[in-house]
């Protein structure tokens, strides 16, 4: 059935009524004379009614249909592409509230991929000015170490080696940036295969645990599982590497930002969910503002960026968990209290 607005039936509607008009205009002219001009009414009913009609669908089709449809075919071509646009055309009628339907749709998609865009663009000065900024503060460094050096500086004793010393942990800041760099790249674009294995998470959270014995003693924290000795196994599939890298920037986090409790502690606990298993790892520390949680696992994000760069680290730790944990089809959470603490959550496939 054809639209109630297709130019055919609006051209045909206005033609009878504009001859019905005149043919009610005719009729009372010709009673009043009181002559028998039914034949030339009839008449001039047919000739007016089809030159009307022809002007109307002629004005409709010329300047308002075809550029109506030819505005709506460019629509749909950049909706549809060229494949589906034939298919799309045979099967529609393209009465004006089609039209206008379409235009709506349309106009609210590209205003969408603006807004997208404009994140994406604002999103990409943001990065490449932290990318440029964290590069720029060991290059400096290195700089200022290597003319000092020149200087006459790398003839005294008590100044040359711990020059080169602190140019050497420059540059090992920039190597860690690049390799993080790196990771979250090939992360990204799914270039990074993982290598799944079964293991004992417990048994590997000690062996992480242990490792941290000198950096923990050091600042007087206790870095501990919940359940201690009498935690039982508990075996999940993940790639060993990777995991070990959440659990490192995990606990480097908790301990850069652990502040001065009375008694500073990261605990670290296990919950069997059934499929997967849930590991937390909490700390008593500063905590986080809520309005900083949401933009936590943003590449280069930093809460307080004084005390960041202050504490060293790259800015992409927290950023390099989500995207591991993404990759194992699990996810990353944290809750945070200021003045309490902080529990970072992730989840790791169970295996049984």
């Not at 979250?184 to 799914?190: D, F, N, V």
Request: proline letters at 3%.
């Amino acid at each position: 059935m054809k639209q109630k607005n297709d130019p055919r039936i609006i051209s045909l509607l206005t033609s009878l009524a504009i001859v019905g008009i005149t043919l009610f205009i005719l009729s009372i002219y010709y009673l009043l004379k009181d002559q028998g001009g039914n034949e030339l009414i009839a008449l001039g009913f047919i000739i007016l009614f089809a030159f009307v009609y022809f002007i109307i669908y002629h004005t409709l089709q010329t300047f308002i249909y075809s550029k109506v449809k030819l505005i709506y075919k460019t629509i749909h071509r950049l909706k549809l592409g060229k494949e589906d646009l034939a298919q799309h055309f045979e099967s529609q009628s393209h009465s004006l509230d089609n039209v206008n339907k379409e235009v709506e749709e349309w106009a609210k998609l590209k205003s969408d991929e603006i807004n997208l865009l404009k994140e994406s663009a604002k999103y990409r000065r943001e990065y490449i000015g932290n990318v440029s900024h964290e590069l720029k503060t060991p290059v400096f460094n290195i700089q200022g170490y290597i003319m000092t050096l020149l200087d006459g500086g790398i003839d005294d004793p008590n100044i040359n080696k711990k020059y080169l010393e602190r140019t050497e942990k420059s540059i090992q800041r920039m190597i860690e940036l690049i390799d993080d760099l790196e990771t979250i790249s090939a992360l990204e674009s799914g270039s990074l295969s993982l290598n799944y294995q079964r293991f004992d998470i417990v048994e590997f959270t000690n062996e992480i645990i242990d490792s941290y014995e000198v950096a923990t003693t050091n600042k007087g924290i206790r870095l501990f599982m919940a359940k201690g000795e009498n935690q039982p196994p508990i075996y999940v599939e993940a790639d060993k590497d990777r995991i070990r890298q959440v659990f490192s920037n995990l606990i480097d986090n908790a301990i850069k930002y652990i502040g001065k409790p009375n008694h500073p502690r990261i605990k670290i606990s296990f919950y069997d969910m059934d499929d997967n298993t849930l590991i937390e790892v909490s700390d008593n520390g500063i905590g986080i503002e809520e309005e900083n949680i949401p933009r936590l696992f943003e590449r280069f994000y930093r809460v307080d960026k004084g005390r960041s760069r202050d504490s060293g680290g790259t800015g992409l730790g927290l950023s390099i968990v989500k995207h591991i944990i993404e990759a194992h089809n699990q996810t990353v959470n944290v809750r945070s209290t200021p003045n309490v603490g902080t529990t970072f959550s992730f989840t790791l496939k169970s295996s049984r």
